[in-house]
């Protein structure tokens, strides 16, 4: 009876350690990937930093300077709207100024 003990011990211990074994490799291989996933992060976050640096060297507005520039423009808008009488219905009221016939520069021809 003690040699059917320690066979089953046996095969319980073996099997033990296989799954332990088995977890180990699938734990390896997971940070393996992870730590390949965050070099691919680090490269493509270095790229685009790298890009940026070129682009503003040579004067190319960033996307924030962009909707910065927007958001002036919209309130600027508002503002002219709003010293045109809101809407433009001032300055659609103001009769156009009459244009002048231009004078020439050049001399007239005498006649003879």
Known sequence: MA???KKSDDQ????VRMSSQEIWQAGLAAF???Q???GKFFSMQLF???VLRALSSIGVPTRGEVDALHQRIDELTRQVAALSGKDGKAAA???AAK??????????????
């Open 32 to 34: 393996a990937k992870a």
């Open 48 to 50: 685009e930093e790298r």
């Open 99 to 112: 244009k002048r016939p231009r004078k020439s520069l050049l001399p007239r021809k005498q006649n003879s």
């Open 36 to 38: 390949e996933e965050e």
């Open 93 to 95: 009221k103001k009769p």
């Open 12 to 15: 319980l211990a073996d099997a």
């Open 3 to 5: 040699k059917k003990l």
